[in-house]
C-alpha cells in the first residue's frame, strides 16, 4: 500500500491502531487480506500485485477506510466466501477419500450451492455497499456547504457597512439628545417632528443653544440687542435652527454682526401683538459664520 511518493503507508492490525502490519500485506489462499485498520479520515492508494510472478494486477486511488454500513456488507461478503471455501476444502476431501464419481458429484454439488451463497451475500453487500457510497456522498456535500458557510460566516468584515469610528465617538447622551432634536422616535410612531425649546429674552440678550433644540419659540416683549447662538455641531456639517419670535408690540431687534442677513437684505419683521415672526439661522462651519434668512409671520 504505497503512499504518495512511493513509501509505504502504515496502517494495523487492530482497531485500537497500535500493531501496525508489515508490508507488503498479503492474502490467503482464498485471495482475501487480513483485516486492516487505518484512521477515518486518510485516503490511500493501492496496489495489488501477483508477488509470485511480479505482476501488478490492479492499482485504486483514494482508498478510504469502510464505515459502519460497509463493514457490515464486508462482513456478508466474507461469510460467503468462508461459506465457499469450505465447501471446497469438503469436496476436495470426499474425493480424496473416496475418489469415485458420487463422491465428486457430491463434491461438485457442494461447491455449487457454495458458490451460489457466495453470489447472494456478494449481491447484498454489493447494495449495501452502493447505499453506503451514497451516503458519503451526501454527507460529504453537507459538509462542504457547513464548510462554504463558516468560511462565509467567519470572513464577514463588517467595515464596508459600518463606519466604527464614527459610530463609537457619539456618547450616548449625544445621541440621546439627536434623537430628541430630530424628534426621530420609532419606538412611539414618531418619525416626522423637531425639537422644540423655548427661551426668554434677558437683558436685551437672547441665547440659544443650538444642542438642545432646533426650533425656539421666544416672547419678543423687550427690545433685542444681542444674539448668542451656542452649541453647534463641530466640523463643517451644515446645521440650521429655527427661531419663531411672538411679538408683544412695539420691540426691535438687532441680531449683531456675526449674523448676515440673506442676500444683505434685514427683514421687517411684524411687531403686532400676537404676530409670529419665523426665522432660520444656518452655519457650515461651526457658527464661525451665520446667515439668517425671514420666512415671514402668521398674523395674531
Keep these: 500500500m504505497p503512499s504518495s511518493g512511493g513509501v509505504p503507508a502504515t496502517v494495523y492490525t487492530d482497531p485500537a491502531l497500535t ?36 505482476a501488478n494486477i490492479a492499482t485504486y486511488t483514494n482508498v478510504q477506510t469502510v464505515k459502519d454500513a460497509l463493514i457490515s456488507s464486508a462482513d456478508i461478503a466474507n461469510t460467503a466466501a468462508d461459506a465457499a471455501i469450505a465447501a471446497q476444502i469438503a469436496s476436495e476431501e470426499i474425493a480424496q477419500k473416496f475418489g469415485d464419481m458420487d ?17 447472494g451475500g456478494a449481491e447484498i453487500a454489493l447494495a ?3 447505499d453506503a457510497r451514497n451516503l458519503a456522498l451526501q454527507y460529504r456535500d453537507q459538509a462542504k456547504e457547513y464548510r462554504d458557510q ?3 460566516i467567519a ?8 463606519n466604527t469610528a464614527t459610530a463609537q465617538a457619539f456618547a450616548e447622551a449625544a445621541q440621546k439628545q439627536a434623537r430628541d432634536n430630530i424628534g426621530a422616535q420609532p419606538v ?3 418619525v416626522d417632528r423637531q425639537k422644540v425649546a423655548t427661551a426668554a429674552i434677558a437683558a436685551g440678550v437672547l441665547t440659544l443653544n443650538a444642542s438642545q433644540a432646533s426650533i ?42 456675526a449674523f448676515k442677513a440673506l442676500n ?5 419683521l411684524s411687531d403686532d401683538v400676537g404676530a409670529e415672526n419665523l426665522l432660520h439661522f444656518t452655519t457650515r462651519n461651526a457658527g464661525g459664520r451665520v446667515c439668517y434668512s425671514f420666512s415671514g409671520f402668521f398674523p395674531a
Design 188 to 190: 412611539l410612531g414618531v
Design 216 to 257: 425656539w419659540v421666544v416672547p419678543w416683549d423687550q427690545n433685542i440687542t444681542s444674539l448668542v447662538i451656542t452649541g453647534w455641531s463641530p466640523g463643517t456639517d451644515q446645521q440650521t435652527l429655527s427661531l419663531w419670535l411672538v411679538a408683544a408690540g412695539g420691540a426691535t431687534y438687532d441680531f449683531g454682526a
Design 19 to 54: 500493531i501496525p502490519h508489515e508490508f507488503p500485506i498479503r492474502s490467503d489462499s482464498g485471495g482475501r487480506w487480513p483485516q486492516i485498520w487505518a484512521d477515518e479520515e486518510d485516503t490511500f492508494d493501492v496496489g495489488w500485485s501477483d508477488q509470485l510472478h511480479d
Design 150 to 152: 463558516a468560511q462565509e
Design 128 to 130: 449495501a455497499a452502493i
Design 155 to 162: 470572513g464577514f468584515d463588517p467595515s464596508t457597512y459600518l
Design 264 to 268: 444683505n437684505i434685514v427683514p421687517s
Design 103 to 119: 463422491a465428486a458429484i457430491a463434491a461438485a454439488v457442494a461447491a455449487q450451492e457454495g458458490a451460489e451463497e457466495a453470489e
